[in-house]
């Protein structure tokens, strides 16, 4: 049903078969309290022939693509390096990596990623440090940096806007004020657009205010749709350029 729905939007895929079924997911919006519940679902155990077939296809993927995005939860079977031998597979063949997971399957990252966008409790949980203060979320967000983990981070910060770290430089982005709606897929849409824009050759700081835009514009969505390219490109008008942040500052 995935790969139909997939297929159905004109999205070009590869797909693996595997003996179990794809994991679930379904959110509840509770209307007298306008709560959101989130229910995900343990996923199928991957056999060790399947995820071979898996680094294999990315292999051959990554070998004639501009970018490699690699993101979600590891499932039960796969084992907690698994992203990191995405990001060899993508070393090997000189692909950039976007990676956005969490867990054991970000704090077994050590090299080889070109972006690593965790979110701020993400972040605390891959260094094992409350970070309450914005310098001390650059100065895990740097050491991730110093240590080879990733040439940059980008930490999303939801209604407060992200945190961008590379190499001596540290940038705070604003949120675009929306009305809080089903937040459903809002990650994963700044992560699109951020691959999108460096796909056409913007700067990484371009990229990250165009996955501030599209993260703002599935807020208007109901349920699991998709943001519309009008309301992604009106924010991307409204996002604010960064503001630099000298070190010691936050």
Known sequence: MVADLVAQAGVPLQRIGIAGTTRESF????????????????????????????????????????????SGSLPPGVPSDWYQRIADVCEDVGTPLILDTSGGGLTHVKSGVFL?????????????????????????????????????????????????????????????????????????????????????????????RFGIAAGAAMLLTPGTATCTRPDVERFFEAVAEPVDIAAGEG
């Open 27 to 70: 959110t509840v919006n509770e209307l007298s309290t306008g709560k959101q519940f989130r229910f995900v679902l343990q996923g199928p155990e991957l056999s060790d022939l399947e995820q071979a077939q898996c680094l294999d296809l990315v292999r051959a993927g990554a070998a004639g693509a501009q970018f490699v995005v690699a």
């Open 116 to 208: 690593l966008k965790p979110s701020i409790r993400e972040l605390r949980e891959c260094v094992g440090q409350e970070l309450r203060t914005e310098a001390e979320q650059f100065a895990a967000a740097h050491d991730l940096i110093g240590c080879g983990v990733s040439q940059a981070v980008l930490v999303s910060l939801g209604g407060d806007g992200a945190l961008l770290a590379t190499p001596g430089h540290s940038q705070r982005f604003s949120a675009v004020q929306v009305q809080a709606g089903s937040g459903v897929g809002a990650g994963d849409a700044m992560v699109a657009a951020i691959a999108v824009g460096l796909a056409r050759g913007w700067p990484l700081n371009k990229s990250v």
